[in-house]
């Protein structure tokens, strides 16, 4: 059952409409764009109202929570260690912790437990920033470990290692672009889910100088006719890779068009069915049409857009493009023609570093100071309820069976009832 549960998953990524009653199952949901078709979901709470329970965390992470069922797993750090837990999502207690490794540390706002965890429902694989990369089953049996650093030389990136794999019928896509602190190349890796082997590894050149080298971003599934690509951004361009033997198939410069010496690359690129949408450090954000060879930074480009996130990734609910920015001004752009519905519109004041999610007709973005504001979906901008948690978030809002999750320093919340479908 749990198989055919993980086969009917992996038909489901990349599109937009998904049916009601969805796991989690990694960083931007079960369409990898920020979309969720749930509905009736909770609009307000606080640390007492709406919330069914709370579990405590011994530190904060960039790392979102991850649903399966009954289970959500959690990349958490604890001192000098890193740890991969799961947690009994009816009850809010931690079924099982599994030691990732040491050598936690903080790298500016993130320590190593950054990466989301990835499942099918069946096992489970997690990366740290430390370069480990583990797969256990759900109930916690280890399967098999990597040590990337080790096998690959040592990350060279300046905040430390931030990416998601991205998971894909049998293998897991693992990006290491870095620059800033190695002349090592930057490398897309494909690994089998497995048995932990190394399918192929590709390096990714790069003109890209000091710091511009360097990504935080995870890889997305690009789907069209009977094409499927891995697109990876960062190094100032935006390329797309056969899956099966990691070549490069078209690259797109032109984000860093002015050269810049520190133009790296946090916000992850979306695709929106034949369209892939590629953020940078704030601008330009290219909007480009699948199906190109070589480069294609002319021939395939349908817009651009220079009001770009720099760390929190946009999402799309198939007809606009919704951009929350870190200072918290939010524009709505018509998906396919990058023309501005609405923009510049203010929501509350603060930093934002987690990414926005759509579900239920409105826009979900929590800020480190631990506020989510729901506004309105769709060519009308309007906020319906600012909820704060009081205390540093730098997580995304995770969506699953009428429940929103969202993970500060100190607990997991569970706000709202579970719907089962």
């Known amino acids: 059952m749990l198989k055919h549960l993980a086969l009917i998953a992996v038909v489901l990524i990349g599109l937009v409409a998904v049916p009601a009653a969805e796991n989690w199952p990694q960083w931007r949901g079960p369409s990898l764009n920020g979309a969720s078709a749930e509905k009736n979901l909770p609009v307000r709470w606080s640390t007492t109202q709406n919330i069914t329970w709370k579990l405590a965390l011994p530190a904060w992470s960039g790392s979102t929570p991850i649903i399966w069922g009954d289970r959500i797993f959690l990349n958490v750090a604890e001192g000098n260690d890193l740890y991969l837990w799961c947690v009994d999502r009816n009850r809010g207690a931690p079924i099982w912790k599994q030691l990732l490794g040491s050598g936690n540390l903080q790298r500016q706002k993130h320590n190593m437990s950054s990466p989301s965890p990835v499942t099918d429902g069946v096992n489970v694989w997690v990366m740290t920033g430390t370069g480990i990369l583990k797969a256990f089953d759900v109930d916690g049996k280890a399967i098999w470990t990597r040590d990337l650093q080790r096998d690959y030389g040592r990350f060279g ?68 006719g009977n094409n499927t690509e891995i697109v990876v951004t960062g190094g100032d361009v935006v390329t797309g890779h056969d899956p099966s033997t990691g070549k490069e198939l078209w690259r797109a410069n032109g984000l860093n068009p002015s050269n810049e010496g520190a133009y790296r690359i946090v916000a992850s690129p979306v695709v929106l069915g034949d369209m892939i949408f590629a953020p940078s450090r704030e601008r330009p954000l290219l909007a480009l049409k699948a199906g190109g060879r070589g ?83 769709g060519p009308t901008f309007e906020v319906l309820a600012e909820n704060d948690l009081d205390d540093y978030t730098l997580s995304s809002p995770a969506i699953s069976e009428g429940q929103i999750f969202i993970r500060t320093a100190k607990f997991l919340y569970a706000i709202g009832s579970r719907a089962r479908s």
């Open 157 to 224: 990136m300046q905040y430390g290692y931030g990416a998601s794999p991205l998971l894909f019928e049998d293998s897991l896509y693992v990006p290491v672009l870095q620059g800033f602190f190695t002349d090592d190349p930057s490398y897309v890796l494909r690994i089998s889910k497995a048995s932990g082997r190394t399918i192929w590894r590709v390096e990714r050149p790069t003109q890209a100088r000091r710091e511009s080298p360097d990504a935080y971003t995870t890889p997305a599934l690009l789907r069209y």
């Open 295 to 377: 480069e294609v930074s002319r021939s395939h480009l349908l817009w651009t857009f220079n009001n770009g996130p720099d760390v929190p990734t946009p999402a799309t609910d198939g007809t606009y493009l919704y951009i929350v920015n870190d200072r918290g001004i939010v524009w709505c752009l018509d998906a396919k023609t990058g023309r501005e519905v609405y923009g510049r519109q203010r929501i509350r004041s603060a930093t934002y570093s987690g990414s926005p999610v759509v579900a239920d007709g409105k826009i979900y973005v929590t800020n480190e100071d631990g506020v989510t504001v729901v506004f309105r979906a």
